[in-house]
């Protein structure tokens, strides 16, 4: 699986960002999907997972209520819809797949290039 994140970018505080993780492969919807972020002199964290059909998510308490996690299997792709930023969400945004939900980075595999979302005060 081949994974590669977009729609970071530079936002100030309060603004709003949609990432987009596009995956390879005929098997996207076998997986579950997780969004991860590292902030500089941090090490990585999960965001947030999503099941494989979509009816689960869960999230970090950092960004619960200002993200949202979805998915298009038929697009091989799933997203993070991020409101509310501030300047504490800025890092390198990456997603990764894994067989069981689960927030733990010991069940995700096949790390994507992150995107780099910046936010200013």
């Known amino acids: 699986v081949q994974l590669q994140a977009s729609g970071g970018g530079r936002v100030q505080a309060g603004g709003s960002l949609r990432l987009s993780c596009a995956a390879s492969g005929r098997t996207f919807s076998r997986y579950v999907m997780g969004w991860f972020r590292q902030a500089p002199g941090n090490e990585r964290e999960f965001v947030a997972a999503?099941?494989?059909?979509?009816?689960?998510?869960y999230y970090a308490d950092s960004v619960k209520g200002r993200f949202t996690i979805s998915r298009d299997n038929a697009e091989n792709t799933v997203y993070l819809q991020m409101n509310s930023l501030k300047p504490e969400d800025t890092a390198v945004y990456c997603c990764s797949v894994a067989l069981s939900f689960g927030t733990s980075q010991s069940l995700y595999d096949y790390w994507g290039q992150g995107t780099l979302v910046t936010v200013s005060s």
């Open positions: 999503i099941s494989r059909s979509g009816g689960r998510t």
